[in-house]
């Protein structure tokens, strides 16, 4: 009984994090800085400018990777959340 309702809570949970306000591109290349300086990089070095390139590669293959199984879940009706998770999965 609580799996029930566990399936019909996920599905709302899912769709207002679709809602959140996604960052702004410069919002992105801050939190890829702060996230290569942590590794150690130093900004204006070849490594640094690789860091960056690779984590905005990583976001932009993520991003359209998610669309694509929310496309794909949204004519699983309520079998969203797993259809949405099969698919995350499978396309790794």
Do not use: W
Request: hydrophobic share 35%.
């Amino acid at each position: 009984m609580q799996i029930r309702k566990f399936n019909k809570v996920i599905p709302i949970i899912t769709m207002l994090a679709a809602c959140a306000t996604p960052l702004t591109p410069e919002q992105r290349m801050a939190n890829f800085s702060s996230q290569c300086q942590a590794y150690g990089f130093k900004p204006q070095t070849d490594t640094y400018a690789n860091c960056m390139m690779k984590l905005d590669d990583q976001d932009q293959r993520n991003t359209a990777k998610t669309s694509q199984c929310s496309s794909v879940a949204s004519s699983a009706g309520a079998n969203y959340f797993l259809a949405y998770n099969a698919c995350m999965a499978l396309t790794d």
